[in-house]
C-alpha cells in the first residue's frame, strides 16, 4: 500500500467538484491528504489525551462516533464526508 502523503510536489490537481465544502485552498490532493492527517491528529490527541472515561457502551453510539468523524474533518470540510 502506498503511503496517501507521499505523492509528488505538484501533486493531482483536485476537480471542481471535490473542493465544494473545503474550508481551506486547498489545490491538490496531496494538501487536502495533508490537511485531513492534521485535522485526524487533532481529533485522535483530543480522543486519548482528554480526560474522558472511554466506555464501551458509549464509543459504540452513533452519535458519540458521528461526533468523533465530525471531529476529524470539521477544519477541512463543511460537511464531513
Known sequence: MTDPLDEPDDGTPLTDEE???LRLPVLTRKELNRAEAENIS????WLFLSRRRLRPESVTREA??????????????THCP
Do not use: I
Not at 487533532?42 to 490527541?45: D, G, K, Q, S, V
Not at 458521528?66 to 476529524?72: D, N, S
Open 19 to 21: 473542493r465544494q465544502g
Open 42 to 45: 487533532r481529533a485522535m490527541t
Open 64 to 77: 458519540w462516533l458521528e461526533r468523533l468523524h465530525w471531529r476529524m474533518y470539521d477544519q477541512v470540510w
